[in-house]
């Protein structure tokens, strides 16, 4: 079973970049598709970027689109989110999640990591 921890986040002024990590341990960290979810108060959780076990395959929340940067390195079990040009509707609490292969729904969560962008 992996775990996941989230680091980078922090109060940012809008127009300004954040980079997020998650480290995974306790897993094949190769075999999982990873995500970046968030959640922000009084709203759902929703997806802001995924990416397939290789790094090739990524995909956007149309609101990031051109402004957000999923990647991985597999050989430092890491994923990162480059966030840039972050809008004050970006304040959220970002989680890193992992999917087993062939799983529907991811099913390993970090802990959230507070993302607050102000105007």
């Known amino acids: 079973q992996v775990q996941l921890v989230e680091s980078g986040g922090g109060l940012v002024q809008a127009g300004g970049s954040l980079r997020l990590s998650c480290a995974a341990s306790g897993g094949t960290f190769s075999s999982y598709t990873m995500g970046w979810f968030r959640q922000a108060p009084g709203k759902e959780r929703e997806l802001v970027a995924g990416i397939t076990r290789g790094g090739i395959i990524r995909n956007y929340a149309d609101s990031v689109k051109g402004r957000f940067t999923i990647s991985r390195d597999n050989a430092k079990n890491t994923v990162y989110l480059q966030m840039n040009s972050l809008k004050p509707e970006d304040t959220a609490v970002y989680y890193c999640?992992?999917?087993?292969?062939?799983?529907?729904?991811?099913?390993?969560w970090g802990q959230g990591t507070q993302v607050t962008v102000s105007s």
């Open positions: 999640a992992a999917r087993d292969s062939g799983s529907p729904n991811y099913n390993y």
